[in-house]
């Protein structure tokens, strides 16, 4: 998470009547309070685990044996999803699409490198899990494979 957007939100919250915010982005957790005294706020930062990330986002245990034979693909990098190679092409992969090891299903813009992701595996595209054009974290779930 980008110290800067830290920055903005303590500064928002300061200059706001309210006492606390708290947001969440991937796998990290912040929440931002200000004291009662007219001191700066304070913000504490909290990396969570990917178990106590499925937890916040209350997948069920039926949702979880549905899903034993699904293999998620994730970003080997930080930077922008995109899911054609120009804005005016198909995308590389779409719901239903059946794929093997090798096939390029995206790419991941870098410090202005455009990378070409690649599949691990073999199977069918379940699930798309970024927006085209949408930024990614390093090891965020991009897409979901049936084996």
Known sequence: MNIGFIKRMMQILE????????????????RIS???SHSAPKASVINLK????????SSTEEAEKEETDIYVIRSPMVGTF??????DAPPYVDIGDKIKKGDVVCIIEAMKIMNEIES???GEIVEVLIPNEGPVEYNQPLFKVRK
């Open 120 to 122: 691990d595996v073999k």
């Open 50 to 57: 990917s178990d106590e990330s499925r937890e916040l986002s």
């Open 15 to 30: 200059e706001s009547n309210l006492a606390e915010i708290e947001f969440q982005r991937f796998w990290t957790r912040v």
């Open 34 to 36: 200000k004291n009662t």
């Open 82 to 87: 995109y899911r054609a190679p120009a804005p």
